[in-house]
């Protein structure tokens, strides 16, 4: 099971990117899959979050409003698309899987499973 990012970069503060996690060896459609972020110097800190049918989906409060996440079940392919980016969105960007179609209660990094190997965003001011 393999989990791989793309569609980071180098962005002016306001402008937009959008992520795509790409899923390969999932032999079922029912796993929930989540955006993490992370910063050198801090833990992993959990961004949205989608449910394998798509029915669920979470946002953490610095993000809402901003931030869009949405599958393809067809593709394998959740993606994450990032609007009005500021400074603070800099980060790398994981996604994660976990075989269940819900949405953790914890939303932990210990919830998932299966981790891409991240993308960078860098947001300049």
């Known amino acids: 099971l393999q989990l791989v990012e793309s569609g980071g970069g180098l962005v002016q503060s306001g402008g937009s990117l959008r992520l795509s996690c790409a899923a390969s060896?999932?032999?079922?459609?029912?796993?929930?899959v989540a955006w993490f972020r992370q910063v050198p110097g801090n833990g992993r800190e959990v961004v949205s979050s989608?449910?394998?049918?798509?029915?669920?989906?979470k946002y953490a409060d610095s993000v809402k409003g901003r931030f869009t996440i949405s599958r393809d079940n067809a593709k394998n392919t959740v993606d994450l698309q990032v609007n009005s980016l500021k400074p603070e969105d800099t980060a790398t960007y994981y996604c994660?899987?976990?075989?269940?179609?819900?949405?953790?209660?914890?939303?932990?990094?210990?919830?998932?499973?299966?981790w891409g190997q991240g993308t960078q965003v860098t947001v300049s001011s």
């Open positions: 994660a899987g976990a075989l269940i179609n819900e949405v953790p209660r914890s939303l932990g990094t210990w919830e998932y499973d299966y």
């Open positions: 060896g999932f032999t079922t459609k029912s796993y929930s």
């Open positions: 989608i449910s394998g049918d798509a029915d669920i989906i």
